[in-house]
Every structure is written in structure tokens, then in C-alpha cells.
């Protein structure tokens, strides 16, 4: 062998080219005994189930059985001690017991084994695992768990509680679990010693009832020093301010995702400061309860915010969200993302929520903003003004998407003040926006009077008109085809939400001009090179086989988010 294998971080830094393949892994470890152990741990590293390590054992020790849930796992006799020890090496090799999203490839299995999907560990099997060996000591070098992931099939009862205890040491850094089941006073004596049992401690989810019931926090979240990440599923907003003086406590703290359960109540007081923060998420019933929350707080390095809630907000409900934004973020240079989100399943469209411009305005002191989205927030009436504004308060702006969603929309920015903002952006890369495109376009005018055309836009890839109106006189798709050469993506809905069945007769007639813009879209990209309506030549990057446009179902959440 080359001596360059000599050193183990070359083959670790080439291992990390074939790590996505187990088959490749697998072959790796069966080349040569020096590379073997390094092929091993990174195979072995990362598992959403024990079934591999229990299918490492020999196959006469094992069998699976199908029960109304699925294949369960169950031992047809006792290991040996040396077939115990197989195990255990494997196991010393994991680092991660996480969701099935991270478990992607069948054969991180033992060599020879294929995965069944639906597969788990019987209960006599974790019980006899565990009595041979304490969890802990079984993954001395676990950093990460994901607890309600691996042992799902599990149902909580004392034991469930117990083995999670069991799973806890000092070399955690990331922990996830619920407390559904576990009496309530354990379940707070868990949380407040964690700091004694898992010093290290950088990452903590923790839930009841899968964020359905609300959880007491303990104030020794203070104790864990290294601690950046903390997400609570379960916050009584009538007790935020004690809960967030509890969180408060975690100085380090970075990333906080949160949801809010109860009444909110108007809460005296300073602020809390949250100084290291930069994440926040914050989940709930209602948008009140996210602005009571914000309310309470003060987050001077806050770079993202992302909110989602139920149920249609009021203009004022609205405003007083951005102004809560605008208190609560006072470091203006640092906000990044601003995202909005009502996760109503079926809001009603018959009410309709104007959201005027002066509503958003206050954004605009936050100048560094890259992402903007409010989504199915209300039924947007934006005035041309506003958008001619975006690119002098948003200047390195990447993605912008105010989209009305299921509700109906409001045709009040035209087609000129959208193709304005979307030249001047020069870093916008996606946009969403509906649109009247029903009048003539104005083309922008030099200072002797004659026309030209916007600037060469390249950074845009993504398009949605939404609900737009359309019409020949516009040439929405000359100026698309001629301003930005790289647009690659082009979409808008089939069909209003509210009137799926008997749709709006100016629905369909914009549907159908809008139709016709992609048609003459797509011509245009077919006919690279060829002489344009002003006999000028269109140039473009996009090559026929990648350029690519659908109409676009409202209901596909996808692409809205």
C-alpha cells in the first residue's frame, strides 16, 4: 500500500468522496485491515435503529416476526459472550442515533443484510441488550440522539423514562426526546439535571405530547454552558415572561424554537435581553401570541425570524407584529431573513385582509435583508411606490415572496413596477409577486428622452406571477426573455382556492393570457440568437434542455415555502 495511507486523516479526507454509499464503504473495509477501521466508523457512524447492530449478531440468534405494526425483531436464542462483543464493537463506532431521514442508504447494514422498511427491535430484545450493557457504556461515543426516533415503537411507561435516563453521559452534545407519559415531576427532575449529567450539552429538543401540552423550564438551562440550540415544544404564553428569564439563563444560547400554547396578556416590565441570540422560530395558535412574545424580549444580534401560525391575523394584528419586530430587533444592520406564515389549513376566502404597503414599510430600516416572505398572510395591496422602494432599502435582497396563497388577491402593483424592482435587485434570485400586467409596459426612458431598455438582470432564477392578470399589450414575455437571460423557473396558479369547482370567470381569462405569455416565453428561448422585436439579438444562458415552467397548483405547499 502507498505510504500516503500511512496517515489517517488522508483516508479519512478520501473516504469522505464514497461515505453516501454504503456498497462503496462496504468494499473499502474489505480492501486492507489499515483501511478497514476507518471505512468502519464512518459506516457505522450515523443509525435511525438498533436492527443493524442486533442483525450483527449471528443469523440463528435472531428472527423477525410480523405483527399488526410491522417486522419486529426478536432473539430466537441468548448470544454468546464473543457474539456479544461483535456487537458491542460496532456499536462503540456509533456517534449518531438520529430520525429515518438521516438512515438513506440499505446498506449500512452488515455485509450480506438488506433493510426491511418498518423494521424495529422487540422489547425482550432492548431489555436483554441493556441488562448486558448499560446504554451509556454500549455507545461510549454517542454525541447525538434523537430519542423518540429510534425507540418509536416503544411505549412510554417507567421503563421507556428509565432507558432514556440510561442513554444520558457526558459525551452527548445534541439531545431530542418527549416527555408524553412521563409523570410530570419527573420529567421537570430530568430537565433540571441535565446539567449535572450532560455538562457538554449543545443542542436540546424537548417536547410533551409532540408539542401538544405545555412544559415548565427549569432556570438551570444556565448551567449548561456550552448550550446553543434549545427548542421547546410546549410554551404557556401566560408564563413567558418566567419562562423566557429561565431561558435567559443560557447565555450562549443562539437558536430558539419555540411554540406557544394559552392566552396571551399584555406584559409589564423591560424587556429581557437574549444577547447572543440569532435564531428565533416561534410557532403558535395565533400571530398574538408571537408578538406577545417578542414584546418580552430585546435580541440585538437576531439575524432570522421565522413565524408561523393559524388563523387569518387583522391589518392591526399585523402591524403590531412588525412594530413588535421593530422593537424587539434594534440592531437594525443585523436582521437577515424575515419569514411569515399562516399554516391555516383552509382559510376562508371570503375574508379578505387588506394588507396595505405603509403595513410593511417599517421593514425597510432593516437594510441588510436577504429574504423576505410573508405567505398567505392576507390579501396584499402593495402600491407601485413601495416597490420602487424595495431596491434602495434592500439592496443585496436574494428572495422576496409576498403571495397571497388561498386567498384572493388584489391586482394594485403593475407589471412596470415589478420588472423596475426585479432589474434594480441585483442579487435577487427568486421573486413571487402577483401582478396587473394588463396595460401597456413603460419602458424607462434616457435622459434625451428615448427608450431603453431595463439593465441585464442575471441573478434571477425564479419567477411566480401567482394570481396575475395578463395581456398581450404588457409583452410580459419579450421584456422576461430580454431582461433576464437566466430565468429558469416560471410559475403561477392554475386555479383560485375558493373556487376550485366554479372558478372566477377573470381567473380563468388571466389563466389563459398567462398560458400564452409562456407559450411566447418559451419560443423565445427555443430562438437563441434570433432577432428580437427591435431587431436587436436575445442572448441567453439557459440551454432549451434546462430551462424549464409549469402552472402551478395552489395546493402544492412546496413551492410556497
Given at each position: ?26 468494499n ?7 483501511l ?24 440463528d ?22 457474539e ?37 427491535v422487540?422489547r ?30 416503544l ?24 416527555v408524553?407519559g412521563?409523570?410530570?415531576h419527573?420529567?421537570?427532575q430530568?430537565l ?14 424537548v ?19 456550552k ?9 404557556d404564553?401566560?408564563l ?15 437558536s ?11 406584559a ?16 403558535g ?27 387569518a ?44 404597503s ?20 392576507g390579501n396584499?395591496n ?44 441585483r ?15 413603460i ?16 441573478a434571477?432564477?425564479?419567477l ?46 388571466a389563466?389563459s393570457?398567462?398560458?400564452d405569455?409562456l ?9 437563441t ?8 439579438r ?6 432549451r ?17
Amino acid at each position: 500500500m502507498h505510504h500516503i495511507f500511512e496517515f489517517d486523516d488522508i483516508i479519512y479526507a478520501v473516504l469522505q468522496h464514497v461515505k453516501s454509499s454504503g456498497t462503496d464503504l462496504v468494499n473499502v473495509a474489505m480492501t486492507c485491515s489499515r483501511l478497514a477501521d476507518s471505512a468502519l466508523n464512518i459506516l457505522w457512524s450515523e443509525q435511525s435503529s438498533l436492527v443493524p447492530l442486533i442483525m450483527c449478531l449471528p443469523q440463528d440468534t435472531w428472527e423477525v416476526r410480523e405483527n399488526g405494526l410491522g417486522h419486529i425483531v426478536h432473539f430466537s436464542r441468548d448470544p454468546t459472550p464473543i457474539e456479544w462483543e461483535r456487537l458491542r464493537v460496532n456499536a462503540s463506532r456509533v456517534r449518531r442515533l438520529v430520525g429515518p431521514n438521516g438512515f438513506t442508504d440499505a446498506l449500512k447494514l452488515p455485509l450480506g443484510e438488506s433493510f426491511i422498511p418498518g423494521l424495529d427491535v422487540s422489547r425482550d430484545v432492548l431489555q436483554r441488550l441493556f441488562v448486558w450493557s448499560r446504554p451509556a457504556t454500549l455507545f461510549p461515543n454517542l454525541c447525538e440522539l434523537y430519542f423518540d426516533a429510534v425507540f418509536y415503537f416503544l411505549e412510554y411507561d417507567s421503563s421507556k423514562s428509565w432507558l432514556l435516563r440510561q442513554f444520558i453521559s457526558p459525551g452527548l452534545q445534541a439531545l431530542r426526546f418527549d416527555v408524553a407519559g412521563i409523570p410530570p415531576h419527573k420529567s421537570e427532575q430530568l430537565l433540571a439535571t441535565l446539567h449535572a449529567e450532560v455538562h457538554g450539552l449543545r443542542q436540546l429538543t424537548v417536547s410533551a405530547d409532540d408539542g401538544n401540552m405545555a412544559l415548565t423550564v427549569p432556570p438551570s438551562f444556565g448551567k449548561l454552558p456550552k448550550l446553543i440550540g434549545l427548542a421547546i415544544f410546549g410554551i404557556d404564553v401566560c408564563l413567558t415572561r418566567q419562562t423566557i428569564a429561565n431561558i435567559q439563563q443560557a447565555r450562549c444560547l443562539q437558536s430558539l424554537k419555540l411554540k406557544l400554547f394559552g392566552t396571551s396578556c399584555d406584559a409589564g416590565g423591560i424587556p429581557l435581553e437574549l444577547p447572543s441570540l440569532k435564531t428565533l422560530h416561534l410557532s403558535g395558535g395565533s400571530l398574538p401570541q408571537c408578538t406577545h412574545f417578542l414584546r418580552q424580549v430585546t435580541t440585538p444580534q437576531l439575524s432570522h425570524i421565522d413565524i408561523r401560525y393559524c388563523g387569518a391575523a387583522s391589518p392591526a394584528e399585523m402591524t403590531a407584529f412588525i412594530e413588535s419586530l421593530s422593537t424587539s430587533c434594534q440592531t437594525v444592520g443585523c436582521l437577515e431573513r424575515v419569514h411569515v406564515v399562516d399554516e391555516s389549513k383552509i382559510p376562508d376566502p371570503r375574508v379578505i385582509i387588506p394588507l396595505s404597503s405603509e403595513i410593511f414599510r417599517p421593514l425597510f430600516k432593516f437594510n441588510r435583508l436577504l429574504s423576505v416572505k410573508f405567505i398567505g398572510v392576507g390579501n396584499f395591496n402593495l402600491d407601485d411606490g413601495f416597490l420602487y422602494d424595495v431596491p434602495v432599502a434592500w439592496p443585496s435582497i436574494r428572495e422576496l415572496k409576498l403571495t397571497s396563497w388561498k386567498r384572493r388577491a388584489i391586482y394594485s402593483v403593475t407589471f412596470t413596477a415589478m420588472m423596475s424592482l426585479a432589474s434594480r435587485c441585483r442579487s435577487l434570485q427568486t421573486l413571487h409577486l402577483t401582478v396587473d400586467a394588463t396595460q401597456s409596459t413603460i419602458i424607462p426612458r434616457a435622459p434625451d428622452g428615448t427608450e431603453e431598455l431595463w439593465p441585464t438582470q442575471t441573478a434571477l432564477r425564479n419567477l411566480h406571477l401567482g394570481y396575475s392578470k395578463v395581456s398581450e399589450v404588457a409583452r410580459v414575455p419579450y421584456f422576461l426573455a430580454e431582461v433576464f437571460p437566466t430565468l429558469f423557473d416560471f410559475k403561477w396558479y392554475d386555479y383560485y382556492y375558493g373556487n376550485y369547482h366554479n372558478p372566477d370567470i377573470a381567473i380563468v381569462s388571466a389563466l389563459s393570457a398567462l398560458n400564452d405569455a409562456l407559450q411566447q416565453l418559451w419560443a423565445l428561448r427555443k430562438s437563441t440568437g434570433a432577432d428580437d422585436l427591435n431587431g436587436r439579438r436575445i442572448q441567453t444562458t439557459v440551454g432549451r434542455e434546462e430551462w424549464r415552467f409549469h402552472r402551478n397548483v395552489i395546493d402544492c405547499y412546496k413551492y410556497l415555502h
